[in-house]
């Protein structure tokens, strides 16, 4: 998945994240008083579920990163599959799914 430059603060929505930086600079918000955490290339970040948080893009490439989600609550319906999921975060941000 690429980022340029962030996305806006989300809440995970009942799932747990981890990502794997592979390539790109950014720095992650996390909490509902933020605390602000540089990320790199490399870096593995966990965001627990129904945590607030936001990555920003700040190097000059789009940032790269490989998700893997835990869905807690079990299956979103709206959402029931990972191309689902990400159809529906490139609608509402304006990118470009293929």
């Known amino acids: ?5 962030a996305i ?3 809440m995970g929505r009942g799932r747990a994240y981890k990502s ?3 390539r790109g600079a950014g720095v992650l918000q996390i909490g509902e008083t933020p605390q602000f955490y540089p990320v790199k290339p490399g870096d593995l970040v966990r965001i627990p ?3 607030f948080h ?5 190097g000059s ?3 790269r990163y490989l998700s ?4 807690l609550e079990g299956e979103s319906k709206a959402e ?3 191309d689902s999921h990400v159809r529906m975060l490139c609608e509402e941000f304006g990118w470009d799914f293929d």
């Open 80 to 82: 029931p599959t990972w």
């Open 8 to 10: 806006d603060l989300d």
């Open 61 to 63: 490439q789009p940032m």
């Open 54 to 58: 936001r990555i920003t893009c700040t």
């Open 49 to 51: 579920p129904h945590t």
């Open 20 to 22: 794997f930086r592979k």
């Open 68 to 71: 893997v989600d835990a869905f």
């Open 1 to 5: 998945m690429g980022l340029t430059p």
